[in-house]
Each structure stands twice: as structure tokens, then as C-alpha cells.
């Protein structure tokens, strides 16, 4: 049962022992009693029972009673929404983001972007994820970027960052300075990849269009050149609301899905974000073309966006992944929370309780958020080679226990106080309420609150 890349590994940097793994691999193998050890960021042992005796080990977790699986992966979130939680409730997307994120977003400063993302961040390694992907459409100041991607850094999370742009949109309420050429647009993503080069896979620098309504056809163009000649992956609201195929109706002729097919958009390079309205047609377009999906419900139903068509993506083979949205309207980045939505979602509307299972939704957040990035070989599941992202989950808890499925418990019967430790790249990140960034919560919030009230008498003297 014991697996090695080599015949004896002397010394680790840390060893995780007694453990319920959840590998989340092809097969979906369960170890019960397993160990995993851990060298420069990489799994290079997995086994069963007692730990080896040639194994010496720089930092020993006993996981007894714990469960261990793949980190997971939130492929949606906006970072500065941390500062709006709340506002803007009870209406649909355009509203809300007019009442809300729009006058917000525009005044925001890169200082407080860097709040934000440690706010982020750090209540998504306390959810168990490892990795976030920020969907960042605030650039009417390069320097938001930065103060964004270094408070992701200041926690230790890998990060996606999604510099996207729009071209058009201010009689949809798009702020003018906001606005931007793609080429300009496209400037600015080569400087970010240009000047965080040396991050290896702890950063990667994406783009795309922000939404169908505020991105021209040579907008989509200019960018999905860029892309394909600079081997960039990107992502895009679609199909969300039915105002993406009203906007491109009455613009282009065409309901988006059909338009992006005909300019060569559609590739595995794209990430899809919420596909609400995707008919049939389109979700084969998209399986044919090895579009992924993040599936974001808690806001989908927050907005009153309604479900998205998910066991008909999964049956058609389009890759499923699973995202918070931001804070503002979610109104959280606890990704348990949007496990459990992303499951009871699909049984509630389609009247199947069997619809979506608790694995099912589990390699949802685990294989299909590693895939949705491009980095399924890399992350995504427990095996030696992979890296380690990683998160133990401590059943002991009167909301969760007892524990006779670990899927299930994981999915419909947990919150953040089961995440026992988070790992990523081999870093014990959070462990039992304590973050390794040294980072205070109250500290956190004091400063926020600072910065709020700035923000507040700027829109009040406006």
C-alpha cells in the first residue's frame, strides 16, 4: 500500500500521520490510519498505518480522528467586496451593483484593497481553501493590482489573479473610470505577469472581459489575441442574468454563447463564470471546446439569478468548479457555506434529492477547481508528486458529529471551526484558530472600520 518516489526518504519537512485521507484521486481511494509526508512544498509519501521508520520528519501533525483531503479551490471571488458586506441586499444585479460594489469600488485605495484581501483570504484558508482565484475589475489605478496581490501574499494562499477589464458599459452604470482600451488593458496584465514572474504557480497572472455588457466584439478580440499568443488563461461573467443575451441581441444579432463560438473564444483556456442561463446547445458548446464552469449559488441566489444547470454540464463532460462570489453579495468567503448551497441547489429546484452528491460536490471544489485553473496536475487530489495543499478536517464538533460519511459530514454538516489546519505549498498556513501570517482578526476589523468610514464620507460629500 505504501507508495515512495524514492526507496528511503531520510528526512521531511512535515509528516501527517493517522489521518482518514481522502485522496480524492481517480479511484477515490479512502486510507483509514494513513500518513502523508511532506518535502519543499511537495507530497513524496503516502501510506497506511504506521509510519515508516526511515521517515524523520521537521514538523509531525498527529491527525488522529481527522479527515485529510485536497485543499479546496474557489475559482470565483471579488476581494474588495470584503468592505461591502450587506449593502446593496435584496436586489437584483444591476441595482445591486449600482447601490453597492460600483460606488465603492471606484474610491477604493490600494491600501485598502491589501485589507480586503487579508479579510479575503484569511476567512478562506479558515474555510479550507488553499487557493483563491480574484476576479479584480477595479482598474481605473494600476496600484489597486498591487495592494490586492500583496495582501493575498501576506497570508500564504496560492492566488489566481484575474485582471479583467471593460471597454464600454457606462449606460449599464459602469463607472468612466473604470473604462478602458482592451490594448491598454492588455498592457497592464503583461506588466502584472512581467513583475510577479518570479511567484512560480503561487501566483498566476490571468485576464478577461468583466461582463458581456460593458466588453465590445473588439475588445473580446483584442484580448483573446493577446491570450492565445501569450499562452494566458481567462475568465468571464456569462450568462448570469438575462441581460447578457438582451445587451448582445440587441447589439450584435447573437446570444453570447453563439457570438464568443463564432470568434474562436470558447477554449480550454476559459473559465465561465456562473452560466445561469446556459441552454443545452451552449453547454455542448462548451463541453466540445473544454470550457470550465465556476458554479457560484449562494450569490446566484442572493441576486435572484436563479440555479444554474449543473448535473446537465457534469453529464455533457464540462468541468465543474466552485466559487463564493464576493463578499457583497454573498455575504461571505466561507466556502462550506457554498458547498452545502451548491449541493441543496440543485436537489431543491430539480425535486432529486440525488442530483448532486456530497462526493460529487467535494470534487467539485477539489479535481474540478484544480482543472478550472489548469493546474489538475499539480492540485486537486492527494498523490505523491502533487503539491501540498492541503486541509484537515476535525469531525469533533457538536454540529458534525457523529461522523459516518466523511463526504457527507463535510458538505452538510460543517462550518469553519472543522477546518483544523490548512496547508499550502507544505506551509501550515492556519492551524486551530491561529494564522501563520500572525495577522489579528480584531486588529484586522479595527482597520477596516477605519478605512469604512473614510470611504462612507467620500460617497456622503459626492
Known amino acids: 500500500m505504501n507508495q515512495s518516489t524514492n526507496p528511503i526518504e531520510e528526512s521531511v519537512d512535515l509528516l501527517i500521520s493517522h489521518a482518514t485521507i481522502c485522496t480524492m484521486?481517480?479511484?477515490?481511494?479512502?486510507?483509514?490510519?494513513?500518513?502523508?509526508?511532506?518535502?519543499?512544498?511537495?507530497?513524496?509519501?503516502?501510506?497506511?498505518?504506521?509510519?515508516?521508520?526511515?521517515?524523520?520528519?521537521?514538523?509531525?501533525?498527529?491527525?488522529?480522528?481527522?479527515?485529510?483531503?485536497?485543499?479546496?479551490?474557489?475559482?470565483?471571488?471579488?476581494?474588495?467586496?470584503?468592505?461591502?458586506?450587506?449593502?446593496?441586499?435584496?436586489?437584483?444585479?444591476?441595482?445591486?451593483?449600482?447601490?453597492?460594489?460600483?460606488?465603492?469600488?471606484?474610491?477604493?485605495?490600494?491600501?485598502?484593497?491589501?485589507?480586503?484581501?487579508?479579510?479575503?483570504?484569511?476567512?478562506?484558508?479558515?474555510?479550507?481553501?488553499?487557493?483563491?482565484?480574484?476576479?479584480?475589475?477595479?482598474?481605473?489605478?494600476?496600484?489597486?493590482?498591487?495592494?490586492?496581490?500583496?495582501?493575498?501574499?501576506?497570508?500564504?494562499?496560492?492566488?489566481?489573479?484575474?485582471?479583467?477589464?471593460?471597454?464600454?458599459?457606462?449606460?449599464?452604470?459602469?463607472?468612466?473610470?473604470?473604462?478602458?482600451?482592451?490594448?491598454?488593458?492588455?498592457?497592464?496584465?503583461?506588466?502584472?505577469?512581467?513583475?510577479?514572474?518570479?511567484?512560480?504557480?503561487?501566483?498566476?497572472?490571468?485576464?478577461?472581459?468583466?461582463?458581456?455588457?460593458?466588453?465590445?466584439?473588439?475588445?473580446y478580440r483584442t484580448m483573446l489575441e493577446y491570450c492565445l499568443s501569450e499562452n494566458v488563461r481567462y475568465a468571464m461573467h456569462i450568462d448570469e442574468t438575462e441581460v447578457d443575451n438582451a445587451m448582445c441581441?440587441?447589439?450584435?444579432?447573437?446570444?453570447?454563447?453563439?457570438?464568443?463560438?463564432?470568434?474562436?473564444?470558447?477554449?480550454?483556456?476559459?473559465?465561465?463564470?456562473?452560466?445561469?442561463?446556459?441552454?443545452?446547445?451552449?453547454?455542448?458548446?462548451?463541453?466540445?471546446?473544454?470550457?470550465?464552469?465556476?458554479?457560484?449559488?449562494?450569490?446566484?441566489?442572493y441576486l435572484g439569478s436563479g440555479a444554474a444547470p449543473i448535473r446537465e454540464c457534469l453529464d455533457t463532460g464540462v468541468n465543474v468548479s466552485v466559487g463564493t462570489d464576493g463578499a457583497a453579495s454573498n455575504n461571505t468567503t466561507n466556502y462550506l457555506e457554498s458547498l452545502k448551497f451548491a449541493a441543496l441547489i440543485q436537489k431543491g429546484f430539480s425535486r432529486d434529492a440525488a442530483r448532486i452528491t456530497a462526493e460529487q460536490t467535494i470534487a467539485m471544489a477539489t479535481n474540478g477547481g484544480a482543472k478550472a485553473i489548469g493546474m489538475e496536475d499539480r492540485l486537486g487530489s492527494i498523490e505523491i508528486g502533487k503539491r501540498a495543499d492541503l486541509v484537515l478536517f476535525e469531525p469533533r464538533h457538536l454540529t458534525s458529529i457523529p461522523m459516518h460519511d466523511p463526504y457527507a459530514t463535510m458538505v452538510y454538516s460543517s462550518t469553519p471551526e472543522n477546518i483544523a489546519t490548512t496547508i499550502v505549498n507544505g506551509r501550515v498556513v492556519y492551524r486551530n484558530g491561529s494564522f501563520a501570517c500572525g495577522i489579528d482578526e480584531r486588529d484586522l476589523a479595527g482597520a477596516i472600520d477605519v478605512e469604512l468610514d473614510k470611504l462612507r464620507k467620500q460617497l456622503a460629500d459626492n
Open 249 to 301: 441581441r440587441e447589439h450584435y444579432g447573437q446570444s453570447i454563447v453563439p457570438m464568443l463560438d463564432d470568434m474562436g473564444f470558447l477554449t480550454d483556456k476559459m473559465l465561465g463564470v456562473h452560466c445561469v442561463n446556459l441552454t443545452d446547445d451552449e453547454i455542448r458548446r462548451f463541453a466540445d471546446h473544454g470550457v470550465s464552469v465556476s458554479y457560484n449559488p449562494v450569490s446566484n441566489m
Open 25 to 219: 484521486d481517480a479511484s477515490r481511494r479512502v486510507i483509514r490510519n494513513g500518513y502523508v509526508a511532506v518535502n519543499n512544498g511537495t507530497i513524496v509519501r503516502i501510506g497506511e498505518g504506521n509510519i515508516p521508520t526511515d521517515i524523520r520528519s521537521a514538523q509531525t501533525i498527529d491527525a488522529a480522528g481527522q479527515v485529510l483531503l485536497p485543499g479546496f479551490i474557489d475559482t470565483h471571488t471579488h476581494i474588495f467586496q470584503s468592505f461591502l458586506k450587506g449593502l446593496g441586499a435584496d436586489h437584483r444585479l444591476i441595482e445591486w451593483l449600482n447601490r453597492s460594489a460600483l460606488p465603492y469600488g471606484a474610491l477604493m485605495t490600494p491600501y485598502q484593497h491589501r485589507l480586503a484581501a487579508q479579510l479575503t483570504c484569511m476567512e478562506a484558508l479558515k474555510s479550507g481553501c488553499t487557493t483563491l482565484c480574484e476576479f479584480f475589475y477595479t482598474d481605473q489605478n494600476p496600484q489597486l493590482a498591487d495592494g490586492c496581490i500583496a495582501g493575498m501574499e501576506d497570508t500564504g494562499i496560492r492566488s489566481v489573479f484575474i485582471r479583467t477589464f471593460q471597454d464600454a458599459g457606462e449606460d449599464y452604470g459602469m463607472p468612466a473610470c473604470m473604462i478602458e482600451p482592451a490594448e491598454q488593458a492588455m498592457e497592464e496584465v503583461s506588466r502584472l505577469r512581467k513583475d510577479y514572474a518570479d511567484r512560480g504557480d503561487m501566483l498566476s497572472i490571468w485576464t478577461g472581459p468583466d461582463v458581456t455588457w460593458s466588453t465590445t466584439r473588439d475588445g
